[in-house]
């Protein structure tokens, strides 16, 4: 639910039009139809995609540009009222498997040029806005104060509201807005949000920002359509912010379930290894370098193997002593995947879920291992003897399903495999 501060907000608001619609199935990528918003006339209406658009713009990538040439004539400036800003998702409109990856091409007179200009942007609008059934959208004319055009496929009905207390800036206007119309955490997944900011309202070269909430970190992203000044012509046309909100089941809940999903999870470092014994250990083994900030990767290398992490204290320790930035120490620890943040199980288990692995029954395989080992991917037992991870490969395609136990690889594993090899794990470990 609206926190205090977003129930305030959305009290403020005025109903200036609404528009409600029937759904559609996308037939072959295409909705047939256009959402064309006049803020002159408070209109909100459909129009056809014709044959003719789909046949000069295969996969509907043209439509911003089309759509354009419909609403300007020779007169038309880039602060006309008749200047369209024109939104084209496509008919795949990327993927919204992963965020941000979704694009929307945006076309506009340009402040700049006095031409017509187009930028390309990722972030969810393209595919929620495709998803709520539309092909492009046009926007002209100029709002008289600060509005709001809210998409929402959830209640197939399109807004346009005043919005006298929503902030200009787009980083915040893009953590207001999900607090405002999300049902709950889990919703604001399902909102994009295109803004402009207040330096759009200083230059011909403002920006358009895409923000998409971003559930790896539980914050707001921004992608940004800098071609041209667009954001300029948003905020000349009062537009503080268009909203899409996606139905609440789409393609981007799939990537929180997936067993891959820890390839993108950010990396969080451990904070175990402070003790003065420790830190002097880390001392020494930079002293055995010689200090030298040429070696740090070795330095990294060493604490590595003693800690089977490189702790916090450890980046902090190597900062102090050979001068390295620590923006360059992250880079280090975490490009190469001998190195770990967190820190790892004595033995780390990784079970390969490439494509031919993952055909064969690999996620059964992670799951057996998970339920064995009582540690979700990504996590380390309690008694730290192991670590378990989903791979991205591990090379022995032939061999599918794969697991890799510490540095000992197994091929053609079955579900029932699993706790035998992590007995004769054990039992080398114990020497038997």
């Not at 040029?113 to 539309?134: Q, W």
């Amino acid at each position: 639910m609206p926190n205090e501060h977003a129930m305030k907000m959305l009290s403020a608001h005025k109903l200036i039009a609404e528009f409600t619609y029937e759904p559609v199935e996308l037939v072959k990528g295409y909705a047939d139809r256009i959402l064309r918003i006049d803020l002159d006339k408070n209109e909100i209406k459909t129009l056809p995609v014709t044959q003719q658009m789909k046949d000069l713009w295969i996969g509907g990538k043209g439509f911003d540009l089309w759509l354009t040439f419909q609403e300007i004539n020779k007169n038309t400036k880039w602060d006309s009222n008749n200047n369209p800003i024109c939104f084209s998702p496509g008919p795949l409109c990327g993927t919204a498997t992963f965020p941000g990856a979704g694009k929307t091409l945006v076309t506009a007179i340009s402040p700049l040029t006095g031409t017509i200009i187009d930028s390309n942007v990722g972030g969810y609008f393209g595919p929620y806005f495709k998803f709520a059934g539309f092909d492009s959208l046009v926007v002209v004319g100029k709002a008289k104060e600060d509005v709001i055009i809210f998409i929402d496929k959830t209640h197939n009905r399109i807004t346009i509201e005043t919005a006298p207390l929503e902030s200009v800036d787009a980083h915040l206007i893009s953590e207001e807005i999900p607090e405002m119309y999300a049902d709950n955490e889990l919703d604001k997944r399902n909102i994009a949000v295109v803004s402009a900011g207040r330096g759009a309202e200083h230059t011909k070269m403002g920006l358009l920002n895409f923000s998409f909430w971003d559930w790896r970190r539980d914050l707001p992203r921004l992608k940004q359509a800098g071609r041209g000044g667009i954001g300029t012509v948003f905020r000349d046309k009062k537009i503080k912010a268009i909203v899409a909100r996606n139905a609440q089941v789409d393609p981007s809940w799939t990537i929180e379930e997936s067993k891959t999903a820890n390839y993108t999870r950010p990396l969080e470092v451990s904070k175990d290894c402070c003790s003065h014994s420790q830190v002097d250990e880390i001392t020494k083994i930079a002293n055995k370098w010689e200090n030298n900030p040429e070696y740090v990767i070795e330095m990294m290398q060493d604490i590595q193997q003693r800690f089977r992490h490189i702790p916090e204290s450890a980046i902090d320790t190597l900062n102090k002593i050979t001068k390295t930035p620590k923006a360059h120490l992250y880079q280090i620890a975490t490009f190469y995947k001998s190195f770990s943040l967190d820190q790892k199980g004595e033995k780390t288990i990784q079970v390969c879920m490439g494509t031919a692995c993952h055909v064969k029954g690999a996620e059964k395989l992670l799951d057996n291992f998970e339920r064995i080992l009582k540690v979700k991917s990504g996590g380390t037992t309690v008694d730290k003897k192991y670590t378990l991870e989903a791979v991205a490969c591990l090379g022995a395609c032939s061999i599918a399903p794969v697991v890799k136990i510490g540095e000992e690889v197994f091929g053609n594993v079955q579900v029932k495999d699993c706790e035998k090899l992590l007995a004769k794990s054990e039992a080398k470990v114990e020497g038997k």
